[in-house]
């Protein structure tokens, strides 16, 4: 694959084909990459501290730092007892990550949607978080990279939370670990929302050491 553009050495170069999960470990300093090679693509993505796991990704601790609920360039992750984890370095879908949707799964799927045996990012973030010795008990909201879900004046949100996805082909987000963390990662598979597009198609996944 080509370097596009990155700069310094790259550690792990992955392809996760659509609909599929993924779980790495990205030391303090590196750089963690999803490039949305198709567009118009859902990306789930939840971390952990890779000393104590315990120490999780809070979304309320994000979004009242970060005073938004559209994160970019500039904003930090941060966890439940209030470290900084991740911080965004480089976005080019202009914050259209959501943070309060969650993931779908076979139980939402069949709660929002009426569509039975239909398992999706949480049966991926479960298996994703079980490489590393996780499991339901320490599964918590994430955030959903190139996914939009407006929130309306009156606070309504839309029929089906998320409405089209606004990344193109290329975009991606950059982000720089601020603690050794282990990222797990689900190409989302849905197709009874706009999450994915209606088509969901492969993400480009690396970690490099900064320049
Ligand atoms: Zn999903």
Redesign the pocket.
Same mark, same amino acid.
């Given at each position: 694959m080509t370097n596009d553009g990155m700069s310094g050495r790259i550690l792990s170069d992955d392809i996760v084909p659509a609909g599929k999960p993924w779980s790495g470990v990205v030391e303090a300093g590196r750089l963690l990459r999803i490039v949305d090679l198709e567009g118009r693509q $859902?990306v789930?993505f939840l971390c952990y501290n890779a000393r104590d796991t315990l120490e999780r990704y809070s979304a309320p601790n994000t979004i009242k730092k970060s005073r938004t609920l559209r994160l970019t360039e500039g904003h930090v992750f941060y966890s439940d007892i209030g470290n900084p984890m991740f911080t965004i370095v480089g976005d080019t879908c202009q914050g259209y990550h959501d943070t309060i949707g969650g *993931? *779908? $799964?076979a139980a939402t799927n069949a709660m929002l949607y009426d569509v039975p045996d239909c398992p $999706? *990012?949480r049966e991926n973030l479960l298996a994703a978080i079980g490489e590393h010795g996780m499991g339901r008990r320490d599964m918590v909201p994430n955030l959903n990279f190139f996914c939009h879900v407006p929130v309306y004046e009156d606070g309504r949100l839309a029929e089906r939370t998320f409405v089209d996805g606004p990344s193109r082909a290329g975009d991606h987000i950059e982000l720089r670990a601020e603690m050794d963390a282990i990222v797990a990662i @689900?190409n989302?598979?849905?197709v009874n929302n706009p999450? @994915?597009g209606g088509k969901p198609t492969p993400i480009r996944v690396v970690i490099r050491e900064a320049a």
């Open positions: $859902g789930d *993931c *779908c $799964g $999706g *990012c @689900s989302c598979p849905q999450a @994915s």
